[in-house]
């Protein structure tokens, strides 16, 4: 059977569409190519439903995303550039997939061009409405381009008229929605009169989000009216449980958990990032929100899909552009007293 490639960056921004679209192609043999750290891959391994990794191959080909400081990122990339190049050669001529399918990154750029030059039919899919640099660039190598209904105008003018418009390749279906009752009782056991919050910081969790929610928190003198889910990334569960104890909260705090569509319709109201996919999620569900986008990301691109997002729905609002903590404690604030 040929094999077909999913190609993209690290995030569950990147990746999580990739295997929606690996699911729908129904092919039995993909492999999936990454720069994701250690944390993003085994947030990755846990969302492929189980009976669907059969003949999934995944390599990690991570060389600079672990660096927060650009300077130091971009020599490590240039450094390690030609190395994974030749992997990804090695590779392509070892497997030899049929086309390729990517979410941009800098590792869906290498391949793309290398596609190009062996003749790979390769797929681009600008997921956010503001494309990054890598994606932008590689819309000139690939074959196909999928592109956001509002992506057209921050393209280069040749494809401005370009590109197949798609909806988001979220993970849900009309049958996924529930009523708030139901799936309490799916995830708790019981029903709830609490306002029921959902903080989801993304694939990774938000420790930003974190933070300044307990500071609005401790200034809000109903906050046992509250239950709080809090997807809190890997490595800070156990934190935020004890934080949520010591203010004598009720919440349920994961790392991850596969059923979000549960989560999503038992909640009164949303605090969320920015991202794309969470987006898409948020709106399907209809789900009141307060968007509060990653600052320092290449394109801004959580800025722009925060402001598109405003204008589908009335119940999704942008958190302060400034990023000024006392501006967010009080945009928090105020969206917990509207909820």
């Known amino acids: 059977m040929k094999e077909i490639w999913f190609v993209g960056g690290g995030s569950g921004g990147h990746l ?5 679209l690996m699911k729908k192609m129904d092919k039995s043999n993909n492999t999936l190519i990454t720069t994701g750290t250690k944390t993003d891959l085994c947030v990755i391994k846990k969302t492929i439903e189980d009976g669907n990794e059969n003949k999934l191959s995944i390599y990690n080909l991570n060389f600079f995303s672990q660096y927060k400081m650009l300077w130091i990122r971009y020599c490590i990339l240039i450094f390690y550039a030609v190395p994974v190049a030749m992997k990804i050669i090695y590779l392509l001529f070892k497997k030899k997939p049929c086309e390729i399918h990517t979410t941009g990154g800098y590792i869906g750029f290498l391949v793309g061009c290398i596609a190009l030059i062996r003749g790979i039919r390769s797929y681009v899919y600008h997921l ?47 049958k996924d929605k529930l009523s708030k009752d139901e799936a309490l009782i799916k995830l708790l056991g019981k029903k709830l009169e609490k306002k029921i919050i959902l903080i989801f910081g993304g694939s990774q969790g938000s420790n930003e989000i974190t933070n300044i929610l307990f500071i609005a928190l401790k200034k809000i003198k109903n906050k046992n009216n509250f239950y709080f889910f809090h997807q809190s990334g890997i490595k800070e569960s156990e934190n935020i449980q004890r934080e949520y104890k ?94």
Not at 16 to 20: A, D, G, R
Not at 309 to 316: E, G, H, L
Not at 329 to 337: A, E, G, M, V, W
Request: aromatic share 10%; with cysteine; proline share 5%.
């Open 128 to 174: 956010d409405i503001k494309p990054g640099k890598a994606g932008t660039l590689l819309s000139f190598f690939c074959n196909s381009l999928m592109v956001h209904e509002k992506t057209r105008e921050f393209l280069p003018k040749i494809f401005q008229s370009g590109g197949s418009i798609i909806p988001y390749p979220h993970r849900f279906e009309e």
């Open 16 to 20: 999580i569409p990739l295997l929606v």
């Open 246 to 339: 010591l203010l004598n909260i009720d919440a349920m705090v994961f790392d991850y958990h596969r059923d979000m569509n549960l989560f999503y319709s038992a909640s009164d109201g949303v605090i969320s990032r920015a991202g794309a996919g969470s987006i898409a999620e948020l709106l399907f569900f209809s789900c009141k929100t307060l968007l509060i986008p990653l600052k320092n990301v290449a394109s801004n691109h959580q800025i722009t899909n925060a402001l598109e997002a405003t204008k589908k729905n009335p119940d999704i609002f942008f958190s302060s552009i400034s990023y000024n903590e006392d501006e967010i404690d009080s945009d928090i604030t105020t969206f917990l007293s509207r909820v």
